[in-house]
Nanobody, 129 residues
Framework: QVQLVESGGGSVQAGGSLRLSCVASGSAGIPYYMAWFRQAPGLEREGVASIYTEGGTAYYAASVKGRFTISRDYHKATVYLQMNSLKPGDTAVYYC??????????????????????WGQGTQVTVSS
């Protein structure tokens, strides 16, 4: 079992920045991958960024590459998402996710919901124009 607690959402104007944090805790140990997904009203949940917690390899959706940075503190089982140059299209509920069973993912798998076993409650990010 793992519990994920997100923090750091809020409202910001276009061009601004926000930093999200997610802490994993519980008896399952440190996840292999941790990731951020987002879901806007009426749309499917989409992968934003993922990171291999031990080695630090990161994967990004094309829509956020160059603007968002995912990082982790391995021993604290914490993942961060630094979001810069935010756009109104980034408005969504952002969810933290953890993979406990799949030690190796491809870049495509890392940004899909399928292989993630635990999810946070989500944190709202609103970007106004």
């Amino acid at each position: 079992q793992v519990q994920l607690v997100e923090s750091g959402g809020g409202s910001v104007q276009a061009g601004g920045s926000l930093r999200l944090s997610c802490v994993a805790s519980g008896s399952a140990g440190i996840p292999y991958y941790m990731a951020w997904f987002r879901q806007a009203p009426g749309l499917e949940r989409e992968g934003v960024a993922s990171i291999y917690t031990e080695g630090g390899t990161a994967y990004y959706a094309a829509s956020v590459k160059g603007r968002f940075t995912i990082s982790r503190d391995y021993h604290k089982a914490t993942v961060y998402l630094q979001m810069n140059s935010l756009k109104p299209g980034d408005t969504a509920v952002y969810y933290c996710a953890a993979d406990l069973k799949t030690p190796i993912m491809t870049a495509i798998q890392a940004l899909r919901t399928t292989l993630y076993d635990a999810w946070g409650q989500g944190t709202q990010v609103t970007v106004s124009s």
